[in-house]
Structures are given as C-alpha cells and as structure tokens.
C-alpha cells in the first residue's frame, strides 16, 4: 500500500469536526450538500429533488472543474460527498477532492497483483465507497474491504475476504446497514460458492457470512442436486450494493447467476441464485427470499438494483421493492413479506410467456426447452440481459422509472461441463450475436411504468448502447452518459435531449447532484471501461479515448 497526501488542513480540519452517525445515514438527501449513501439514500432510487438547475435553466449548464483519475482501466463509482469533500474510486485509488475547486486533498492508492484482472469477468472496476463515523470504506479487486481517516486517507483497517486466485474479487460499494458493514462478493463466472459479509466497521473484524448457496443440511440445498457436489461450486455473486429499510431493519440484496451457465449439471431451482434475499444486517439472517429465474441457465442474474419506493396498488399505499430485473420482466414485490405484486415484461422476452402471478415462476416456452436441450437457439433477451448493471432512476413524483435498457439478443447454446478448475472460466456455452437489423434498435432510454411495464417513452438508441446509470431531478430532468463521451440531460416528460456536454472519455459511471453554499452541481466521472467497453472496443477505439477523470458542473451566472 502506499498514501500520497496534499495539503489542504483547513478543509480537512472542517471535515473532522463531526462524523457521519447512522441517523445521517437514515435522512441521506434531507442535507442536500452531502451524498452519503450509494444510490443517494438507503431506497437506492438516484433522484434528488434540487431543482435549480431545470428544463429552463439547463442550457447554462456549464463545466466548473474537471480533475484527472490517472487511470485507463474505466470508471464505474459513484461519488460520496460530505461536508465539502468528494470521495470517488476507481480500480486503482481512492480520491478526496475540494467540491468547491476540484483540487485533490488526497490520494491513497492500491497495489494489487497484475495478474489479478484475469478473475475478473466483466471489466476492471469498482463501483464506490461507503463512508461512517470519518472513515471512508471500499473494496479491491484482489479480494480486500479496507478502512481509510477520511480527513487524510491514511489507511485504518484492511481484511481479507478470500483468495483471489481462486477466482474471488470485489467491486461492490460497501452498505452501511444497523452499525455494520456489509460488502458482496463476485466471481460466478469462475465457479465461487457466493456469499454476503458483515464487518464491524470500527476494527474491519468479521461478524458473520451468509452464503448464497446452501449447504449440506441447510435449507435451500434441497433445490441442489443432491448425488453430487455442483453447490459447492455454484456462484451466486452479490456485486451490486443491496438496498436497507430502517423500519424493517431489512436489507434486500440481489444475487447472481448460478455456475456453470451450461445447466445440465444441476437440476434444481438453484437457491438462492437468481433471487431476491431479504437479511438483518446484525446477523445476515434470511428473512425471506423471492426467486426470479429458478434453475437459471441463461446468465440472468439477479444482482441488478432493488428500487425501494411506496406505489399505489389497488387503491392503497404498498411498501415495495421494484427491480428491472435482466430476464426481460419488470418485478414489484412487498418489501415486508417479498410477496408478488407485479411482474410484466419491459423488452423482448423469448424464453418465457409470462411470470404466473400465483406461484411468482417464469412460465418457460419451447425456447427454454431447446437451451436446455443443448440446440443453437435465438434467445431473447442476451446473456446481457433487457438491462444491465447501469442503474435506474426513480421519480417519487411521478411515479416512473427511468431506465437504460438493451434490445439484443443472441444465438445461444449450452455445451458439455468440464471437471471445475480453480480460478479458471466455469461457464461452457456458446454465445455468437444474431445479424443486425438495421431498423431495429440497439436499446433505448425509456421512463417506465412501474406496475404495468407501460412506456410513457422511448429513446431508441441506434449507434451504441448506454451502460451509464440515470440520475432523477426535481428540475425535471434526466441525466447519464454515453460511451461516446457525452454526458447529457432530457425532459423527464419526453425524453428529449436538452443538452450534452463532451467529456472527453466515455461515461459507465453513476452521475449525482448536491449543493455547496447553495448552488447545485451535477458531478459524473468520465473514462471508459467495463463490460461494454470489451464489447464494442473495435467500433470504440479509434472514436474514443481512454483515461479517467472527474467532471462537475453548475450553472453559469445570468
């Protein structure tokens, strides 16, 4: 490990004179000069009412700094902010920053085996902090969750969480839940048993694990074969930070796709990959869980974020969770029981008719069949799934989620399962992209219905696809970012474009708002990477360059 420090001790000094207590955390966006959560609040619903930047104003929308990551391996995190300061990771570094001028206060950075990227499925990246009681809290990619003196960036704690040569990494923002801290593993495309941690915040000291795949005698295992191993070796990664009810004293975490994809190796339902689990972050009780797609055998995992918010169902408020879930169907479940509210399709789905609204299972068609049967099969969605891990937004106003989704499917097929390796690919299909049509789009940017997976509207996207996450204002906007550098806002009522700004790289990352000494700033972090970037890297390369940064924005003066 090593620290590198600038000076900046008045600000610092201001930064240490309170820290971060839980019932902060409770009333994330109450302040709005402070970001303290992932996903701006415990209900991970990315909106913030601030509205001084709007439909009318958004045209002086201009850059007011933009500060350098020094990294080409992609930029995915979302900040935190806090008192003034600015807290952003990447794979490499964590990054404290003045919101005021952009100058970094400190820089502590990693140094994690080279080889380690070859563990990594998707992309080399991290998706951000946590912050408590003045210490800033993150994960690395060799398998780590750490503690930094979020006054200087001196390291406080460091634990292990596994080996990552075995094929164990971590890019998850960590959650601070009930006093403790709880981070999700990654690596099911490498054959891991999964799992979800709780730290003692203060020591880094473990309190408990709860893994995803039951073992021998516990329940759930019931749903694994049981005349061989395969759940020892079953997956379910949890990468995606869960979202926290206080009232209920629950968290929801989503959990992801079972190994190895090839199916024919573990008849079951697989629990509780592909699901929804409900924990007491004191403990990592299960409370309940909700299965999307039992016995996956098409990548759809269940980690993508789990929306909290109170709809109107049948005439009276409910307490829900919502999750445009990546199978193609958009789910709304109780949040106290994990009851079925609604499930609806939101893009071409091919591999099942409906979600029976008695049993909450996928009704699966003759596409499902021939996968399992081990046939080439045009299957819709992609092992990418109707939306990917770029998070949506959700607008408590008007109800609507708004939401980068994909229109692609592919050519699929199962193969024959080798003997599990160590560390090595655990996955045995064949995944070839079907011949474009050239009216069809790639994705869209759309705002949603929640309850009937009705569009209010659709952008569709016909160049690239959009892998940034949304941001929900009260100004009635919309912003994300495009893997062409834009980074851009719509009319939330339309979803048209209202203005872009080119930032340099391309933009995966999670953009937010706050206000320091009353103006609003919108901030994103620029540099492309990640999944799509391995994807459409020979379309992309010569169009746009690597290398991160920081980029914030605010109005120009009348």
Known sequence: MKSIFTASVLLLGVTAASAQTLDDLKSDGRNTDDILTYGMGYHLQRYSPLDQINKK??????????LSLDNNWGEQAQPIVYHGVMYVTNARATVAIDVATGKQLWKHTLDWPPETPRVVCCGVSNKGAAIYDGKVYRTTLDAHVLALDSRDGK???KSKVAE?????????APLIANGVLVTGISGAEFGIRGFIDGW????????????????????????????????????GSAWITGSYDPELDLMYWGIGNPAPWASQRRPGDNLYTSSVLALRPRTGEIVWHYQFTPNDAYDYDGCWELILAELNVQGRGRKVLMQLNRNGFLYVLDR????????????????ASQVDPKSGRPVETDIAKSIRDMRATEHWPSTRGAKNWQHAAFNPKTGLLYANTLHEGRMYKHLETQPYAVGQRYQFIENLPLARVPEEPLGHIEAIDPLTAAKKWRVPLMDFQVWSAMLATGGGLLFTGKETGEFIALDADTGKQLWQFQTGSGINAQPVTYTHKGRQYVTVLSGIGGLYWNIAREQLKDKVPQGGSVCTFALMPD
Do not use: F
């Open 200 to 235: 003692d915040p203060g020591s880094g000291k473990h309190l408990w694990r709860r893994y995803t795949i039951p073992a021998r005698g516990e329940k759930g295992n019931e749903t694994w074969p049981q005349d061989n191993n395969a759940w020892e070796t079953g997956g």
């Open 164 to 172: 990552w040569k075995n094929g164990y990494s971590l890019t998850v």
């Open 155 to 157: 390291e406080i704690w």
């Open 336 to 351: 106290a029981s994990g009851e079925l509210i609604s499930a609806k399709a939101y893009e071409k789905v091919n591999w």
């Open 57 to 66: 104003s958004v045209g002086r929308l201009v850059p007011v700094w933009n």
